[in-house]
């Protein structure tokens, strides 16, 4: 039996069965939907796999097209966009069952010395080694983890403000939050691994800064929520294996969909990663 972090490294593991084919596969899951950060991380590793290794990714743009289903095998057909001399583009299309449920371009980048520096501080937040995990935290309060948590396993993750469990808690809460988190366990040295598993990560908790005002992050849900689209840039090379703090916010909600924004910084206070993702957001039963 291997770690949920092995778990983790097999399932962005892809099988090739064409030049620009690859395949996945999608866990058993007592859940409606296929996650979405899965399908992101699959999606990159096979874009990864047909780029030279000095260009890692500095962004990519993405759309969830259906709902995937669990346990079913994902296909990825990845289109050559572009060769250039500083830039490569691909394009992925991710194939469920004979139909299209996702698809995502991925633009690398050659690394340059030079041009402007500049980024935005890192808020000051309590150490990680000073929070309780998410998962401890929430199985003592529900005494039983829900359904979806087996996501998070490969992660140990740590929210920076107390987790709210009323209503009457939420009173001015503004539409933040915060996580530091890191793989609960070592993963290899491919950076091509590290981009993929935190794209996966990346998808877990951005749209609880949507929901902050509303509702608990845990405990009853009032609405049914899904990911639209996904993009990310990547700034600075990174370790998923080491902490990272993960700042959301959430500028608007409106018409059933909320915009999140994310920034990830490094423990050295280093901006690596530039997050934004628009959600769905209906009321169960209505």
């Known amino acids: 039996m ?45 874009a990864g796999r047909t780029v030279d290794g000095e260009r890692p990714v500095h962004s990519l743009h993405a759309y969830f097209l259906r709902p995937g289903v669990p346990g079913v095998p994902i296909v990825y057909q990845v289109d050559r966009i572009r060769d250039g001399r500083s830039f490569t583009t691909r394009r992925v299309l991710a194939i469920q069952g004979g139909r299209s449920i996702f698809a995502l371009t991925a633009d690398f980048h050659l690394p340059e010395e030079g041009g402007i520096e500049h980024q935005y501080p890192m808020p000051t937040v309590s150490a990680p080694e000073d929070l309780p995990s998410a998962l401890e935290e929430v199985g003592s309060r529900l005494g039983e983890l829900p359904p979806f948590i087996s996501r998070r396993q490969p992660f140990d993750i740590r929210y920076v403000d107390r987790l709210r469990w009323t209503k009457e808690e939420l009173e001015g809460i503004e539409a933040r939050s915060g996580v530091w988190l890191r793989t609960n366990g070592p993963l290899p040295d491919d950076p091509l691994i590290h981009v993929c598993a935190l794209t996966y990560a990346s998808d877990m908790t951005l749209l609880d800064a949507v929901r902050a005002p509303v509702e608990p992050l845990w405990g009853t849900r009032h609405f049914d929520m899904a990911s639209l689209d996904h993009a990310m840039w990547f700034h600075r090379p990174f370790r998923a294996d080491d902490w990272l703090l993960y700042q959301q916010e959430s500028p608007i909600a409106h018409g059933s969909r909320g915009l999140a924004r994310g920034q990830i910084f490094d423990r050295e206070g280093r901006l690596v990663v530039s997050v934004v993702q628009e959600g769905l957001f209906r009321p169960l039963g209505g």
Do not use: C, H, K, Y
């Not at 092995?6 to 593991?13: I, K, N, Y």
């Not at 690859?22 to 979405?36: H, I, V």
């Open 2 to 46: 291997g770690t949920p972090v092995d778990d983790l490294v097999d399932l962005l593991d892809l099988e090739q069965i064409e030049l620009n084919i690859f395949r996945g596969r999608s866990p058993e899951e007592a859940l409606q939907r296929t996650f979405g950060g899965q399908v992101a991380g699959q999606a990159l590793v096979a």
